[in-house]
């Protein structure tokens, strides 16, 4: 059984939103899961945030209990680890380098499964990489590089997932469409794999 662990700032919002989508998703499929989420930043016990609430109950999907702050434990529980943006990968790749390999955004891991979109994906990285070292040696990325990067930037899509926090209830159900679009290929990807 494979586990996910979905993670976001404070746990209230995104990632307990997207844990709950993800049940429900992989139950309708018959996908045997194992599915946590948890926050960077987050107070254990803290409730879901009450648009996060309304939400999911908009949706018949069930609430899921207080806030869990990331742990060691949990990062070494997951198979796979989504987070909602790019900054949140690049927080638990700077605490635990060993688990690069199963960090991913949400959105990045959904779009691995679109054709091309891997690829792209990772020449991105990869000029991202080299440009730290060039920076960090201080030395300058070649143009061809730059314009190449920049090419890459506009076709590909914006990986992070809104964060509705302190907003009104309609932003937090555009995140959560946000949310049930990216796993649904998520899904997809995982019958696949």
Not at 66 to 89: F, N, P, R
Not at 95 to 116: I, N, W
Request: aromatic residues 4%.
């Amino acid at each position: 059984m494979r586990r996910i662990l979905l993670v976001c700032t404070g746990n209230t919002c995104r990632s307990p939103m997207a844990e709950a989508m993800l049940k429900e998703l992989a139950g309708q499929r018959g996908i045997p899961l194992e599915v946590r989420s948890a926050g960077l930043s987050a107070i254990d016990g803290t409730p879901i945030s009450p648009n996060a609430a309304q939400t999911l109950t908009n949706r018949n999907l069930p609430l899921p209990g207080g806030s869990t702050a990331l742990t060691d434990e949990a990062v070494e529980w997951a198979d796979l680890i989504l987070t909602m943006t790019v900054g949140h990968k690049r927080t638990i790749i700077g605490r635990y380098p060993h688990v690069s390999d199963k960090v991913y955004t949400l959105k990045e891991f959904a779009a691995g499964g679109e054709p091309g979109a891997a690829e792209d994906l990772a020449e991105a990285q990869r000029i991202y990489a080299d440009w730290q070292v060039k920076l960090a040696l201080g030395e300058t990325l070649p143009e061809a590089d730059r314009e190449r990067l920049a090419e890459l930037e506009r076709k590909l899509p914006d990986l992070d997932i809104a964060d509705p926090f302190g907003g009104p209830l309609e932003v937090y159900e555009r995140s959560a469409d946000e949310i049930w679009d990216a796993l649904g290929k998520t899904i997809r990807r995982l019958e696949t794999d």
